[in-house]
T-cell receptor, first 116, second 113 residues
């Protein structure tokens, strides 16, 4: 089973509108972290926002917020007031800390295009 | 500046050549990884390390070797380059806690001809 699922390969949003990028995850651990990264066309991976599994409030970082619904195992990224510079690839990720093995899992990404 | 330093940024290799992609971090991160990114395929884990002296294979380890002799450095060796290894490679590091995400290097664009 996929650990991280991003079902939207591509999204379009009008400038200044809000957009939600979907992410669902699969884990049986109680302690885990959820992350979103942005990858613009220049290629670097930029950390956007983090949500801990024990955090009761949704994380916010400026125009970014993470809509965390633990029972549904979803961690959607909400970008408010979209800007042209938000056009990029967005990756959802989860981190577990097992006794052994890989700890990070990434989704396949969502390509966001902001339309002027 | 603190961060993950990857070198080189660009490299062209001939089939059969070997090379080492360098990765160094100065944040005392225990956890380090190498990924490759191909169009439409997201990030695929090559190798990772939970600390100095400890490495393990990821999803696509064939054709690559790693070592972790120090906390800071995690080089990736291509033993005999093949055109299928043409990709963008990212090194990433983190503390060993679910509260911390990755810090990524700037990437290496490798072309094998």
């Amino acid at each position: 089973a996929q650990k991280i699922t991003q079902t939207q390969p591509g999204m379009f949003v009008q400038e200044k509108e809000a957009v939600t990028l979907d992410c669902t995850y699969d884990t049986s651990d109680q302690s885990y972290g959820l992350f979103w990264y942005k990858q613009p066309s220049s290629g670097e991976m930029i950390f956007l926002i983090y949500q801990g599994s024990y955090d009761e409030q949704n994380a916010t970082e400026g125009r970014y917020s993470l809509n965390f619904q633990k029972a549904r195992k979803s961690a959607n990224l909400v970008i408010s007031a979209s800007q042209l510079g938000d056009s990029a690839m967005y990756f959802c990720a989860m981190r577990e800390v097992p006794n052994t093995g890989n700890q990070f899992y990434f989704g396949t990404g969502t390509s966001l295009t902001v339309i002027p | 500046n603190a961060g993950v330093t990857q070198t080189p940024k660009f490299q062209v290799l001939k089939t059969g050549q070997s090379m080492t992609l360098q990765c160094a971090q100065d944040m005392n991160h225990e956890y380090m990884s190498w990924y490759r990114q191909d169009p439409g395929m997201g990030l695929r884990l090559i190798h990772y390390s939970v600390g100095a002296g400890i490495t393990d294979q990821g999803e696509v380890p064939n054709g690559y070797n790693v070592s972790r002799s120090t906390t800071e450095d995690f080089p990736l060796r291509l033993l005999s380059a093949a055109p299928s290894q043409t990709s963008v490679y990212f090194c990433a590091s983190s503390y060993s806690s679910p509260n911390y995400g990755y810090t990524f290097g700037s990437g290496t664009r490798l072309t094998v001809v």
